[in-house]
């Protein structure tokens, strides 16, 4: 009996021995690093050299601005309302202009009335230059004596410098006059480009001040799109080269941009570079600050 638990008790204790050898071997094998390479799969596409995918912004109209008041003053009348289409130089609002008239009136005067003193002044020289002139005979002919020579000489001589004086004096007027036919056209706010007047911030009788705004006006055309790219993008895109054009709001539709600037250096503090594509093209149902989608992969 004691022989055959004695067998019994060595049986188990083996047995125990090799199941905790072989989880040892299976916790280290767990553990050891892999040294076999993962190779990637042979059928991934390459990524093309010209692939710069896309890249989303508003668009944009060189011409667009706030149009502000270039003197103090007070609207008489409005002439233009927003989504008005208004060619360059039109008038798009007044102030009141009635002192600067009257003040450029007087100043008209003032050089309608030089200019006539000049012309006087001008016919006198001539006589006193022809009496001079006469002297000058008579003084060789010893038929006058050299204190009248000299008398007829300085009065001509003095006459000349009035002369430059009333002239001096009409440049004057002629300043004065034309800065407030300046000062006068600062009443009339007029449209700087073809375009459009978007919004208007002035109403009739506004008291408005030097620099208030008054318009906010936009050009239609041509649209663009300014896009900042990183440097490793310089030399894949060049001047001219066209790219597709796509806009999120206006589905199924696809249209073309011509690059026209690439800046010719690295913004050192941001490390990109600056692109500018303009639409070619028809633009219909397409105006300035709807956001588009730039495709950079050539067409």
């Known amino acids: 009996m004691y022989k055959y638990f004695s067998l019994t008790f060595l049986v188990l204790a083996l047995a125990i021995s090799e199941t905790a050898c072989g989880g040892n071997d299976s916790a280290v094998a767990a553990a050891a690093p892999s040294t076999s390479t993962v190779s990637a799969p042979a059928n991934l596409p390459a990524v093309p050299a010209e692939g710069l995918g896309t890249i989303s912004g508003p668009l944009i109209v060189e011409h667009q601005l706030d149009l502000s008041a270039q003197r103090d003053g007070v609207v008489v009348r409005i002439l233009v309302e927003p989504g008005r289409r208004v060619a360059a130089g ?56 050299k204190e009248q020579l000299d008398h ?49 911030y002035l109403r009739d009788g ?20 300014r896009v900042t790219l990183p440097e490793k993008f310089l030399g894949r895109l060049t001047k001219g080269e066209r790219l597709a054009l796509t806009l999120p709001d206006v589905p199924g539709e696809k249209y073309s941009a011509k690059v026209v600037e ?38």
Do not use: C
Request: hydrophobic fraction near 45%; charge should be neutral.
């Open 90 to 145: 039109e008038v798009l609002a007044l102030l009141d202009d009635r002192q600067i008239l009257a003040e450029l009136d007087a100043a008209r005067a003032k050089t309608r009335s030089t200019e006539a003193d000049l012309n006087t002044w001008i016919a006198e020289a001539r006589v006193l230059q022809s009496d001079y002139d006469r002297a000058q005979k008579m003084w060789n002919a010893q038929l006058i004596t």
């Open 206 to 225: 506004q008291q408005v001040a030097k620099g208030d705004r008054l318009f906010w006006v936009t050009a239609e055309g041509p649209l663009r799109m």
């Open 262 to 299: 690439v800046s010719p250096v690295v913004d050192a503090s941001s490390g990109t570079i600056e692109v500018v594509v303009e639409l070619i093209g028809t633009r219909n149902q397409l105006h300035p600050g709807m956001t588009a989608n730039l495709h950079l992969d050539k067409p």
């Open 152 to 200: 007829a000489q300085f009065k001509a001589e003095a006459d000349q410098w009035d002369v430059k004086r009333v002239r001096e004096l009409l440049t004057n007027a002629q300043a004065t006059q034309r800065s407030l036919e300046l000062e006068l056209e600062k009443t009339r706010v007029r449209m700087p480009f073809n375009g459009l007047v978007a919004r208007r």
